[in-house]
């Protein structure tokens, strides 16, 4: 080839690769805007984007299945709707059919194994889709870690997204709560008293003590602060230098005060008063001019909401006012701690701990009125509170048992501890905990009862498992000691565990009853946003949601004998003696784990302040993110009901 | 350049092969000698090269091709190795270099059949800076989304209309002002629709599809 061709050929050469450059752009502008590629690099995104194809399947077209052998691309679906339907016998693992849309990919485990798809992946509308060849698809994998790790654990990764923006999210309401995070314009004295540097020592004091301040600036005429002067001052520099009340207050101020932009966070101020040892810090404009005062009192006053505290405060509450506050600390807390971007898990059960404590106080006053020595008996916590699963919307559920070993005794003791009851009832819900609709009280002479009444109640529902008996038993098997004899609790917890360890029967009437309700998975839309007829939209994240997952958590507990209330730890012990591999059910924890913050979310965001919050989330306010992982969360639910189904051979 | 290019293009007419680099001589002696890729194969086994330009104003006889962007669909995807970028506007090339980049763009469309969007306006642009610079007269086999669409998708539409409605109706409208290239492959993925439809339709090859565009334009036009 003559050096002439080879001219025209660079050039062709050149302006290919402008051309290439450009369709990878983009490629590379839809990238950015989906998870998890918005979190890869620069160079994981060119690779991606320089080999991967665009194509089109019109609706109806099937795009890769069984029959298409190994599978040859990774596709991230550009526009359009996909529909995965699994091909064959329906296992355990796998959903039997889902939609997949704009943003998500698919077939991951097939690609990165090299092997045939198992589903059917078919375009249900006009689609188009990114393909990534094997190779490729490969390559990246390996060379980065932020697609690797989303192929991977899939749904982990995109939880721990959501928690980031949920912590953006928060970030700007916590600041709106001022908390350390918020900035300086808005904390302390907006209008600080000021004098210029020649004003007379006296007249100075003077307008101190007529404003009741502790402090005062020095200001020029510009406004530009030059020193500060505190009451501290007045004894080591006015008093004993011996300063006649004439100087100007230059004399005694202390001089180049420390100062701040009020963009800066309180934060910022508590770690300039910690470094310098000062006690104020002066706020000033973008030109240094004075506009405000933070004092180190100032930015006591927005920590005043802290874990230690609030325990502090609740065992050592004189009456039902203070708890009233302690409970309403305890709120404000768990949003702080949302917005920190805390787990569900844990904050559900940093609530119940506090609420417990709560709780143990109010007992703890209303028994000063009360007296139940030499008696063995216990409070006890039903449903949500006696799994430690408390939400910001709880009302009471409890219950109590005593031990009387003369049954004539028993009716006149229970009207005892019924008239106790009623009092802690009733305070509850003066601190925020809502009497219980379906009367689930200790109050309620029904389930105020002695051991034995318990254990009878618990053998009838097992013996007779008619709908109000399962009913029951998804409320009041979950129980937990709150205060009082934790023996008794346990002895009903073996009886309970025996009980039904020798009736199978009753937990198939258990699975049958878990699984009337499935997850809102539509076959070709997203989500069923009809099922509850008067909100129609929308849909109920605790009845279609949570409580899947909370109701196979108890038959399996039931089931293998686990003693715990808590539906995590009942899925993760039930699961080691199930032998179900851990990614697996650590999948269905964390779908749990997103559903209960979607939960805390709304909750908290969408409650108006004073009134109970709904578990009503409209799926299309979603961002696309949580849309996502809240599909794959409810998918993780229909396989765990999957499992149920197999296991009790339930049609 | 602008003004060195439009002296060469706008003004002089034919060029003659004898002012060429020889480089570009014989690479047009190349490309002349290649035969075109039969049409009667599937569009699958087709290499279509989708392409737009941009121009200083709307008259192929005054205004200036200021540019152009084509991604080539080798098996009905858009490859992004397959794409070819020109801009004429910019100022870092001699005489030689956008004689160079033109017969480029020949060679790299390696006499495919090229699909656009108003292939009249398209053509007049192209014929005229082939001619004027190369002294080549460029005519390829075009397929004309313009004509096709309403053909094709007439429950959308029976007449021809602003891309920008098509894009809307197939909902692969983006946002904002596009590029020239951002706007080739907003026309390679109507074409990408309109492949799947014409199949369906039994219009099953490229000579058949380019038949379809001639008729269309034909028939809309004068009827």
């Known amino acids: 080839m003559s050096t002439e061709q080879q001219a025209i050929g660079q050039a062709e050469m050149e302006l290919r690769q402008q051309g290439s450059r450009r369709v990878a752009g983009s490629t590379q502008n839809f990238l950015k805007l989906h998870a998890p590629f918005d979190k890869m690099t620069v160079e994981a995104l060119q690779l991606f984007a320089d080999k991967a194809q665009l194509t089109f399947y019109a609706a109806g077209s099937e795009i890769v299945g069984p029959d298409s052998g190994n599978v040859r691309f990774f596709y991230l679906i550009e526009s359009g709707k996909v529909q995965a339907r699994q091909a064959g016998e329906v296992t355990v693992t796998e959903y039997s059919i889902l939609s997949l849309s704009a943003g998500e990919s698919f077939p991951i485990g097939a690609v990165t194994a090299g092997r045939p798809s198992t589903n059917t992946y078919t375009a249900v509308e006009d689609t188009f889709c990114y393909q990534l060849p094997a190779e490729d698809f490969l390559t990246l994998m390996a060379t980065s870690r932020e697609f690797n790790l989303f192929c991977t654990q899939y749904i982990a990764s995109l939880l721990n997204q959501s928690r980031q923006q949920l912590q953006l999210q928060f970030a700007q309401r916590a600041s709106e709560q001022q908390t350390l995070n918020s900035p300086l314009a808005g904390i302390g004295s907006r209008s600080p008293v000021s004098v210029a540097p020649e004003t007379p020592l006296r007249a100075a004091l003077e307008s101190m003590s007529k404003a009741g301040v502790g402090s005062l600036v020095i200001a020029g005429n510009d406004r530009k602060p030059v020193g500060v002067f505190t009451r501290s001052d007045l004894l080591d520099r006015v008093v004993l230098a011996d300063l006649p009340q004439t100087a100007p207050i230059s004399q005694a101020m202390s001089p180049a005060p420390f100062m701040l932009e009020e963009h800066a966070t309180a934060y910022d101020a508590m770690l300039a008063m910690a470094t310098n040892g000062i006690r104020h810090v002066l706020v000033t404009d973008a030109e240094g001019k004075l506009t405000g005062v933070v004092s180190e009192r100032d930015l006591f006053a927005l920590q005043r909401v802290g874990l230690r ?264 012990l039930a699961s080691k003696r199930l032998s179900i591999r851990d990614e697996e059910i650590n999948a269905v924890l964390e779908g749990l784990d997103f559903i209960q913050l979607l939960r805390l979310r709304h909750q908290y965001l969408e409650g108006e302040p004073g009134r109970q919050g709904d578990n009503l989330i409209n799926p299309d306010n979603l961002n696309e993110l949580d849309r996502r992982i809240l599909k794959e969360s409810f998918r993780q639910a229909r396989k765990i009901q999957t499992r149920l189904k197999l296991d009790y051979q339930v049609h | ?165 098509w894009l809307e109706m197939f909902g692969i409208a983006g946002s904002g002002r596009r590029d020239t290239m951002a706007n080739t492959l907003m026309l390679a993925r109507l074409f990408q629709m309109l492949l799947v439809r014409a199949t369906g339709k039994e219009i099953a090859t490229a000579g058949k599809l380019i038949e379809e565009s001639q008729a269309a334009t034909f028939l809309r036009r004068n009827h």
């Not at chain 1, 898990?345 to 209303?366: G, M, P, W, Y």
């Not at chain 1, 709880?394 to 501890?417: K, M, P, S, W, Y």
């Not at chain 1, 009623?422 to 809502?434: A, H, M, S, Y």
Request: hydrophobic share 45%; aromatic share 10%; net charge negative.
């Open chain 2, 1 to 165: 350049m602008v003004f060195g290019l439009k002296d060469f293009l706008f003004k002089g007419g034919a060029r003659s092969p004898a002012n060429l680099p020889e480089d570009v001589r014989q690479a047009l002696a190349d490309w002349r000698a290649t035969k075109a890729p039969a049409l009667d194969g599937p569009h699958f086994h087709t290499r279509y090269v989708v392409i737009d330009i941009a121009t200083s104003g709307p008259r192929a006889a005054e205004d200036e091709l200021q540019g152009l962007a084509a991604v080539g669909l080798p098996n009905g995807a858009i490859q992004p190795a397959d794409a070819f970028a020109l801009d004429l506007s910019a100022e870092d090339a001699d005489d030689a270099a956008v004689d160079r980049r033109l017969t480029a763009f020949l060679t790299y469309a390696a006499k495919a059949p090229l699909v656009t969007y108003h292939g009249p306006f398209v053509a007049g642009f192209l014929q005229r800076a082939f001619k004027e610079r190369l002294g080549v007269d460029f005519q390829p086999q075009w397929v004309d989304l313009a004509w096709l669409l309403p053909s094709l998708f007439h429950e959308k539409s029976m007449v021809t209309l602003p891309l920008d409605d």
């Open chain 1, 309 to 572: 505290q609030i325990r502090q405060t609740i065992e050592s509450a004189a009456n039902v006012e203070a708890l009233q506050q302690s409970a309403a600390d305890v709120r404000q807390l768990s949003f702080n701690m949302l917005a920190q971007g805390v787990g569900a898990e844990q904050l559900t059960q940093f609530i119940s701990v506090l609420n417990d404590a709560l709780t143990r106080r109010v007992i703890q006053l209303n028994l000063e009125n009360h007296n139940f020595d030499g008696i063995e008996w216990a409070w006890l916590a039903f449903g949500s509170e006696g799994r430690d699963e408390q939400t910001f919307s709880t009302d009471q559920d409890n219950g109590i048992v005593f031990a009387c070993a003369d049954e004539a005794a028993v009716d006149g003791l229970r009207q005892r501890f019924l008239a106790f009851a009623l009092g802690v009832n009733k305070d509850l819900d003066r601190c925020g905990f809502p009497l219980c609709k379906g009367n689930i009280m200790a109050s309620n002479p029904q389930w105020c009862l002695s051991l034995d009444e318990w254990k009878e109640q618990f053998s009838q529902w097992i013996r007779v498992p008619q709908p109000e008996a399962l009913l029951n038993a998804t409320i009041f098997f979950d129980f937990r000691t709150l205060f009082g004899k934790a023996e008794l609790a346990e002895a009903m917890r073996r009886h309970l565990l025996m009980q039904t360890s020798s009736n199978p029967m009753f937990l198939r009437c258990m699975a049958q009853n878990a699984l009337d309700v499935e997850p809102p998975l539509g076959k070709i839309r997203d989500f069923l946003t009809d099922l509850e007829p008067d909100q129609p939209g929308k849909i109920d994240l605790k009845k279609y949601g949570s409580r899947i997952f909370v109701d196979v958590a108890r038959i399996y507990a039931l089931a293998t004998g686990v003693h715990n209330t808590n539906s995590v730890q009942r899925l993760r």
